[in-house]
């Protein structure tokens, strides 16, 4: 037996190897949280990608102080032009305004505590290209935890799906492996939105509901993971087949994924019981 | 020892492109896999049996900077490695257009054998889409670039290696 396996010790490395880390990969999907090893990777690229990120971000920022530069003269003639109208505009928005604070002040007292958030900036992006996955500038030691969600003004970015103490991992609505129920705002349909290379879909809508372009899309808080009523896009487009038994429509993204630089993490409240952090 | 103290070096300033080169310039929006590209180069000019070892170590990097699932891409490098160590010699490696045409081949294998793992945790994932959209186009850049990636490999191997190159 022992001669069998000095034979055919290298076969038996390699399967050895492969079982390995077939059962390493297992573990990790399963397990919530991140595991040591992207913990220590992370932790060491941490300041490589701080570092590179604030060097772009000077260079980024020099060159379109430039570029705004060159055209300054003529924005400001245009600007002169655009007070003008404005100053007449301003006095019956001043009338209206008088009364929107007025509602505003009712509304937010009856409305509820606004969540907390952790702001972060965007410091990378997964290395791949099969994953849409962006790291954030907040970990652990200023408490995000792993399925806490990631927002912008704009709408629903995403969900932390590892953490470590630096820096966390933020897997976008736009991945393939990510799945957001949802609803249509007008008429309370519901449906998945799926990520693609293309953007978002949102499938499995019964066939004899009636969507309309432009249609807003929300988040429906099925499932706990998502809170309800946050934005994801609008509907720019329906396929539905005779015998298909879902509709599909295919989503403007609230968010441009290609612009965003900085985003909020929701830290979740009591209400959230199974993300709470007491 | 020279050549595996070579190929961790390979793997670092791989890690350094992936952070730097990658999150700024991309090509047609691809994000090239430097750390491949140099084990595969590595592997098909020495073919010794530890580089899908560390091949290992590699992809477990690209799963900590990517999904996190740890393991998936070291599973993928380490097959894609392993089959270059043992075909090698089907290759001639000392032309660069041959080369170009394995990095090729082996880099829509290694997307194919990912994606296919990937597939097993999540059915749901569209695999012929991502390999035409996503595996493809990055599978010709990475050829188109394999002579300079070469090059460079060259002058590491003379750097480092010297007359045992």
């Known amino acids: 037996m022992f001669k069998f396996i000095s034979t055919y010790r290298l076969q038996f490395l390699i399967l050895a190897t492969f079982i390995g880390l077939f059962m390493l990969m297992s573990q990790t999907y399963s397990e919530e949280g991140s595991s040591r090893f992207q913990t220590v990777v992370q932790t060491v690229t941490y300041p490589m990608q701080v570092s590179v990120n604030s060097v772009a971000s000077t260079f980024k920022n020099i060159w379109s102080s430039y570029i705004s530069l060159i055209d300054v003269n003529e924005e400001n003639n245009r600007l002169r032009q655009q007070l003008q109208d404005m100053e007449e505009k301003m006095n019956q928005h001043i009338e209206n305004s008088v009364q929107f604070l007025r509602l505003r002040d009712q509304l937010l007292f009856a409305s509820k505590k606004t969540k907390e958030k952790i702001f972060a900036e965007i410091i990378g992006e997964s290395a791949d290209n099969t994953h849409d996955i962006s790291l954030i500038n907040r970990g652990s030691n200023q408490l995000v935890q792993r399925n806490f969600i990631v927002i912008r003004k704009e709408g629903l970015v995403g969900r932390i799906q590892s953490v470590s103490p630096f820096q966390s991992s933020v897997q976008l609505i736009t991945d393939h492996r990510n799945r957001v129920p949802a609803l249509i705002q007008r008429n309370r349909i519901r449906g998945l939105i799926y990520g693609t290379r293309e953007g978002l879909e949102m499938r499995q809508i019964n066939q004899h509901a009636i969507i309309k372009i432009g249609d807003r899309v929300i988040s429906s808080g099925l499932g706990g993971l998502y809170p309800k009523g946050l934005l994801i896009g609008w509907v720019n487009e329906i396929r539905h087949q005779k015998h298909e038994l879902f509709k599909t429509a295919i989503l403007d993204s609230a968010v441009d994924f290609n612009q965003i630089e900085e985003v909020f993490v929701i830290v979740p409240t009591k209400s959230d019981s199974h993300l709470f952090i007491d | ?165």
Request: glycine share 8%; no cysteine.
């Open chain 2, 1 to 165: 020892m020279r050549l595996l103290l070579l190929s961790h070096g390979f793997i670092l300033i791989g890690v350094l492109l992936i952070i730097v080169f990658n999150n700024y310039f991309q090509l047609g929006g691809l994000k090239i896999n430097w750390m491949l590209m140099f084990l595969l180069i590595l592997t098909l000019r020495h073919s010794k049996m530890f580089l899908p070892f560390v091949g290992i170590l590699a992809g477990l990097i690209m799963d900590a900077l990517s999904h996190g699932i740890m393991g998936l891409y070291g599973i993928s490098f380490f097959i894609t490695l392993l089959l270059v160590s043992q075909t090698n010699k089907l290759f001639y490696a000392n032309s660069v257009f041959v080369v170009s045409l394995a990095v090729f081949t082996m880099s829509i294998f290694e997307g194919w054998l990912s994606l296919s793992i990937l597939d097993i945790f999540e059915p749901d994932t569209d695999k012929s889409a991502l390999m035409l959209i996503s595996i493809l186009p990055l599978a010709i850049l990475q050829g188109i670039l394999t002579p300079l990636i070469i090059q460079f490999v060259i002058f590491g191997e003379n750097l480092f290696l010297g007359e045992t190159a």
